[in-house]
């Protein structure tokens, strides 16, 4: 599902290509490719979305965020930026002007959400809806292929910044009340339930919904 911030289109393909169109036209502004490989593909390809973030406003995945720039005044690199999972577990932002990563945003422009996972093989661990943004957090799931082992990476919950890229917290079912990444020598609790699609935000509440799948290996 594409989303639309003034004149432009914002979208991704199902390999997490994202792409920015002239609304109006359908002409192509331009596209940045983060190199997924093959290998981390899980059942199939899928992108569902992005998410739009504007620097400094509290803004929700759900919402269109407005200008807070007096008009004519400069724009600076990635005050509006668009954000998306990958199939392989990376958040990426891109300045929605020209498609550039952001370099303010984790390292050079992505985070990856499979720290303090341990051995995560791949396609076992891909986000392939657009993340929630609540209160200058993104928010983020992701799916967890199933049937393939009662030892299955984690289905944590995780935040992080969302004009850093810093980590923010994680929902651990294994680990109630403790929000704080695993310890060195530790991991996120493997085997545990997962939140493969697009959740819900309240932006004034401060909260976010996410359903959740089965448990590895699914019903065993």
Request: charged share 20%.
């Amino acid at each position: 599902t594409p989303i639309k911030i003034g004149d432009r289109l914002y979208l991704c393909s199902a390999s997490d290509i994202m792409i920015a169109l002239d609304a109006r036209n359908g002409q192509e502004i331009w596209r940045y490719d983060p190199k997924v490989s093959k290998a981390a593909i899980p059942y199939s390809a899928s992108c569902r979305g992005v998410t739009a973030y504007r620097r400094g406003e509290q803004t929700s995945a759900m919402d269109t965020p407005q200008r807070s720039t007096a008009p004519g005044a400069p724009v600076k690199p990635c005050d509006l930026r668009i954000i998306e999972g990958t199939l392989d577990g990376r958040l990426i932002a891109v300045d929605a002007q020209d498609g550039k990563p952001c370099a303010d945003f984790g390292l050079n422009g992505q985070v990856d959400i499979k720290q303090g996972m341990g051995t995560v093989y791949p396609g076992m661990v891909s986000i392939t809806s657009a993340p929630a943004i609540v209160r200058g957090n993104i928010i983020t799931g992701h799916q967890v292929l199933d049937g393939q082992m009662n030892s299955a990476p984690s289905g944590v919950i995780q935040a992080f910044n969302a004009a850093t890229g810093a980590f923010a917290w994680a929902w651990d079912l294994g680990r109630p009340g403790d929000y704080a990444p695993p310890q060195p020598g530790k991991e996120y609790t493997r085997g545990t339930p997962n939140s493969w699609t697009t959740p819900a935000a309240d932006e004034q509440l401060g909260l976010v919904y996410l359903p959740m799948g089965n448990s590895a290996v699914d019903y065993l």
